[in-house]
């Protein structure tokens, strides 16, 4: 094997095995180890997928691996399972990054607003929403186009969780929907009210001092090129290789 490329090992392709597939027609599949190996490389890069090194096989197997189980939800699921293996977080953190979205990513079948896509001050972006544990570890993921608030793009992405007692946010988070929200599941909001409020709600500056965890957790995601850039039209891929990425990053 290539010192210079990414290969799972044995104790990580074993927590991943027991998520992957088994209904699979005719030949049973082989070398899964490998395929997905290639399949991270290429994430990690940012390369073209006929561009894949040779050591991981066929590109054309690399490439419909991934289309596939991003279609069937094989890789969010994945994810999931292993976010979700040490029990719901006492703490979680949410925020959102924008990644610019690359000329190769437009185009998509129902237009660029339905995948995601939006355009802001940077471009065409797209919006990575997220929640994250103190440990800097991501539970849950929402795409939306770069031009969506992010208390807009918090209802969905909080109806994702349950069972957490304190959640973080910026000021973007300040509005009654948000906090109504979060009370409602029996958490507290420690969120920094605006300026313009005039009732200001309580927060603590002391715990808020953990909320640059978030922060930590995307830059390590963008470390892979592919979500760094967008290269993906279809959203549905791209939050698929996203949950992928994140997997391999934090719970492996």
Known sequence: ????????????????????????????????RRVISGIIQIMLSGARWKDAPSAYGPRKTLYNRFQRWAAKGVW???FEALAQSGGPPAELLIDSSAVKAHRCASGG?????????????G???TKIHALTDAACRPVAFVLTGGNVADCTAAVPL?????????????????????????????AAPNIPPKVNRVWKNCFSPVLYRTR???????????????IATRYDRNATNF????CL???VSYWL
């Open 123 to 125: 471009g065409r972006t």
């Open 109 to 121: 079948k129902k237009g660029e607003r339905h995948q995601a896509i939006g355009r802001s001050r």
């Open 158 to 186: 909080l109806e994702q969780v349950s069972n957490v007692r304190l959640i973080h946010g910026d000021k973007g988070y300040d509005t009654n929907a948000v906090r109504r929200q979060i009370e409602d599941k029996g």
């Open 212 to 226: 640059n965890a978030i922060e930590r957790m995307f830059n390590r995601l963008k470390d892979f090129r592919r």
């Open 239 to 242: 939050h698929a290789a996203i």
């Open 245 to 247: 990425v994140a997997a």
């Open 76 to 78: 969010t699921r994945l």
């Open 1 to 32: 094997m290539d010192a210079d490329l990414f290969w799972l090992s044995d104790r990580q392709f074993a927590r991943i095995a027991p998520h992957l597939p088994t209904d699979t027609r005719g030949k049973p599949r082989v070398d899964d």
